[in-house]
Nanobody, 124 residues
Framework: QVQLVESGGGLVQAGGSLRLSCTAS????????MGWFRQTPGKEREFVAA????????YYADSVTGRFTVSRDNAKNTVYLQMDSLKPEDTAVYYC?????????????????WGQGTQVTVSS
């Protein structure tokens, strides 16, 4: 069956780095887009970054551009989110997701499968 499993979250001081990983199983790694979203209590899920499967095309939210890097290793069925220069406002639960159509990579409603989430906490 379809499964996305995130790892790599944790507690880090402001200015530090973390790398999140998301390993996919089932057919979904053939999905056109793999994305990362984040959510804090009381707020809607927010787009962070995404990457296409067959091209190096990537997408980033303005708030993370220049600090976060999304990449994927198709041989390992894994997508990564390298987060540098972390800020307290980056604190959230981070979710990996797969979008089979790839029409709207920034829209969470376009994604078909979701991981369980991993907590990232940035202390000031």
């Amino acid at each position: 069956q379809v499964q996305l499993v995130e790892s790599g979250g944790g507690l880090v001081q402001a200015g530090g780095s973390l790398r999140l990983s998301c390993t996919a199983s089932g057919l979904i790694f053939g999905s056109d887009i793999m994305g990362w979203f984040r959510q804090t209590p009381g707020k809607e899920r927010e787009f962070v970054a995404a990457i296409r499967r067959m091209t190096p095309k990537t997408y980033y939210a303005d708030s993370v551009t220049g600090r976060f890097t999304v990449s994927r290793d198709n041989a390992k069925n894994t997508v990564y989110l390298q987060m540098d220069s972390l800020k307290p406002e980056d604190t959230a639960v981070y979710y990996c997701a797969a979008d089979q159509s790839g029409y709207r990579p920034l829209d969470p409603d376009d994604y078909d499968y979701w991981g369980q989430g991993t907590q990232v906490t940035v202390s000031s």
